[in-house]
């Protein structure tokens, strides 16, 4: 995960003339965040750090957190925005707008998106590439709200959520309330808003289906070739991420890749790597990520990462930290809230 970090992060010109617009120049974010002027214009990006210094700065400079999630939400035109953003716009109706946000945050970490539809909720969690690094609360809002903002631009209707989830304090609650139309909770476990699921039938008034007859094939393109870029040992790892519960095997893991077993086995060993390893390195990395998630009980994180009994789980932790997961989830939680 933390490769995703080490990317260059793009930051639309549209960011910079919505942050016009609200009469804060793209000067006072670089001198607040101590950062060159150069920052606006560098078409390489910015790295993680002076990605959330910037928006680090954005709060700073207007004063509530509340006020800046609302105000730059209202603020941007869609015009000015990349690609994604405009085949986000521009899709057949909200529930497409949705998950084609959820694709392409992949071109752009550090965040990514979680969208899953049960009975007649849509939830939406936001989570960080990094576990140790979450991104500033008014970024989190601005993401939330930005994705109520294309529905309620795109249906043409003042759409209104169920219920919106912050893991921290977000300034004036009851604007939030108002904006996002729902009971706003700070001190959450879990930074997500719940929308209505029969929303997401709602056409696009916006819907373009030329522009994102171009649109698609190119952006589509980028996420395979970012992709790629991954390391073979990036790749497995990842595969084996995604399907830990099912305990998958180096037959699963090579068959998602395209190869034969013998081919992978032969390539993880020139870069002097087994599956073996990077199995566990796998399951430890995934133990720490479900441990920092309270609502999950012991039991539920070792089957989750591919443990048929607590005690088996519970060994290979003490191999990996020494520990046990229970002592280390303590210490974990103590050390966050000092």
């Not at 942050?19 to 001198?31: K, T």
């Not at 979450?134 to 601005?142: A, H, N, S, W």
């Not at 696009?204 to 698609?216: A, D, I, K, M």
């Not at 086995?265 to 309270?294: I, N, S, V």
Request: proline residues 4%.
């Amino acid at each position: 995960m933390e490769s995703h970090l080490a990317e260059r992060i793009k930051i639309s010109p549209g960011f910079w003339e919505g942050l016009r617009q609200l009469g804060i120049s793209a000067q006072d974010i670089a001198r607040k965040a101590r950062l060159p002027l150069t920052v606006m214009t560098d078409s390489a990006g910015v790295t993680a750090d002076h990605y959330f210094a910037i928006w680090e700065a954005y709060s700073d400079l207007i004063g509530n957190t509340a006020e800046g999630i609302i105000k730059l939400a209202a603020a941007f035109e869609t015009a000015k925005y990349p690609p994604a953003v405009l085949a986000i716009y521009h899709a057949r109706d909200y529930r497409d707008a949705l998950y084609r946000m959820a694709r392409y945050k992949q071109l752009c970490p550090p965040e990514r998106l979680r969208i899953a539809e049960n009975g007649e909720d849509c939830s939406i969690e936001l989570e960080w590439l990094s576990s140790d690094r979450p991104g500033p609360p008014v970024l989190i809002g601005i993401t939330l709200a930005a994705l109520l903002e294309f529905g309620r631009r795109g249906t043409g209707r003042l759409l209104a959520a169920r219920s919106v989830e912050f893991t921290h304090s977000m300034g004036n609650i009851q604007a939030l309330e108002a904006y996002f139309g729902c009971r706003v909770r700070v001190g959450a476990e879990r930074n997500r808003m719940t929308l209505f699921r029969s929303d997401l039938d709602l056409p696009f008034v916006s819907y373009n289906e030329e522009l994102l007859e171009v649109l698609t094939p190119a952006l589509d393109q980028s996420l395979n070739e970012q992709q790629r870029k991954l390391s073979l040992i990036e790749k497995v790892k990842q595969i084996i991420k995604n399907g830990l519960s099912g305990r998958p095997d180096i037959q699963t893991v090579a068959y998602g890749l395209g190869m034969s077993g013998r081919t992978l086995q032969r390539r993880l060993a020139d870069e002097g790597a087994t599956f073996k390893h990077l199995l566990a390195q796998a399951r430890h990395e995934q133990a720490k990520a479900y441990l920092a998630d309270p609502s999950l009980d012991i039991k539920e994180v070792a089957f989750l990462i591919g443990y048929e009994d607590q005690n088996s789980f519970y060994r290979a932790f003490r191999l990996w930290e020494g520990d046990t997961p229970s002592h280390w989830r303590s210490l974990a939680y103590r050390s966050e809230s000092s």
